[in-house]
T-cell receptor, first 113, second 109 residues
Framework: DAEITQSPRHKITETGRQVTLACHQT?????MFWYRQDLGHGLRLIHY???????NKGEVSDGYSVSRSNTEDLPLTLESAASSQTSVYFC????????????FGQGTRLTVV | RKEVEQDPGPFNVPEGATVAFNCTYS??????FFWYRQDCRKEPKLLMSVYSSGNEDGRFTAQLNRASQYISLLIRDSKLSDSATYLCVVRNQGGKLIFGQGTELSVKP
């Protein structure tokens, strides 16, 4: 069965360290997204990609970067982790067909200490 | 103004009740509409797509009014297992999915 997986599921890191969260999907979807979810803010879009070599900034992209070298993966990098980046991170993918919704990974709970 | 706005929660209802969630969106060029369900900070899961003609899936009915930029979800005969947060989601012309804040539903015995 096709799926979307995130790793790690939980991570604790120190302020200032570079951290990369992995997202891998086997749906062969063109579109991939990264969101963060915090109490009181709902899901906020960090970065998104519509295909290989395409990346775009979302509403809360400062301090984050992504790269899309193949269809399956969209890793999210925190350049220099800050306590404000403590959050739950969700990756999602969707088909190009605009009538289709997205499927989400199980999330990564990141704590920056 | 947020691009997608939902009723503030939480909704506390007894089993068997009918509950309605409302959502409005600001971008008239939005192309697709969905309701998602999220349990206890787990990943959101697609509940149903929403069409202008209205669509039903068992106890769930979704409706879209493009003229009013309004989306609704009706749950009939609510079950304890329906307790969750319901997220209104709009896909814009660029393909981005924009989420509402979510409305928490708690169904009590």
């Amino acid at each position: 069965d096709a799926e979307i997986t995130q790793s790690p599921r939980h991570k604790i890191t120190e302020t200032g360290r570079q951290v990369t969260l992995a997202c891998h999907q086997t749906w062969n979807h063109n579109n991939m997204f990264w969101y963060r979810q915090d109490l009181g803010h709902g899901l906020r879009l960090i970065h998104y990609s519509y295909g290989v070599q395409d990346t775009n900034k979302g509403e809360v992209s400062d301090g984050y970067s992504v790269s899309r070298s193949n269809t399956e993966d969209l890793p999210l990098t925190l350049e220099s982790a800050a306590s404000s980046q403590t959050s739950v991170y969700f990756c999602a993918s969707s088909a190009r067909d605009r009538g289709r919704g997205a499927f989400f990974g199980q999330g990564t709970r990141l704590t920056v200490v | 103004r947020k691009e997608v706005e939902q009723d503030p929660g939480p909704f506390n209802v007894p089993e068997g009740a009918t509950v309605a969630f409302n959502c409005t969106y600001s971008n008239s060029a939005s192309q697709s509409f969905f309701w998602y369900r999220q349990d206890c900070r787990k990943e959101p899961k697609l509940l149903m797509s929403v069409y202008s003609s209205g669509n039903e899936d068992g106890r769930f009915t979704a409706q879209l009014n493009r003229a009013s930029q309004y989306i609704s979800l009706l749950i009939r005969d609510s079950k304890l297992s329906d307790s969750a947060t319901y997220l209104c989601v709009v896909r814009n012309q660029g393909g981005k999915l924009i989420f509402g804040q979510g409305t928490e539903l708690s169904v009590k015995p």
